[in-house]
């Protein structure tokens, strides 16, 4: 297999150990799978901490249609009411905003679970917000 040089020198930014390799796991799924969803992923999550992507459950009704999939690389955060069935997948959800989501009848996953079940970014509408 032959590995482009971008993804032996992209420098990982984050100091966190499990974040730095779900970015290369992204990264390397994302060239051999032929699916460039996972390598925006990966881009996104490899920004500096000040700019990490804040998402509110609020930004995700307002945008998401019922029955899609979302990616937020970052955080989602409690502000505003779901009331469309979604499933959103993310780096970390706060307390509420998880409840919120499941409420409403939606499923809350990690990035790294929504890789493993849709590696090929096909199958699924997935929409990345942020």
């Known amino acids: 297999m032959v590995i482009r ?3 032996i020198d992209m420098k990982l930014r984050d100091k966190n150990d499990i974040t730095k390799d779900l970015i290369q796991e992204l990264e390397k799924t994302g060239y051999e799978k032929k699916a460039p969803v996972w390598r925006t992923v990966a881009k996104a999550l490899n920004k500096s901490r000040r700019k990490r992507i804040e998402v509110n459950v609020y930004d995700i009704e307002k945008n998401a249609k019922k029955g899609e999939t ?3 690389p970052g955080v989602v955060l409690s502000n505003g009411d779901m009331k469309k069935a979604l499933n959103v997948a993310a780096l970390r959800f706060t307390p509420t905003a998880k409840a919120k989501i499941e409420r409403a009848g939606g499923k809350c996953m990690h990035i790294e679970d929504l890789l493993k079940a849709h590696a090929t970014g096909k ?3 997935i ?3 942020g």
């Open 5 to 7: 040089k971008e993804l």
């Open 123 to 125: 199958g699924a509408k």
């Open 70 to 72: 979302i990616i937020v």
């Open 127 to 129: 929409r990345i917000l």
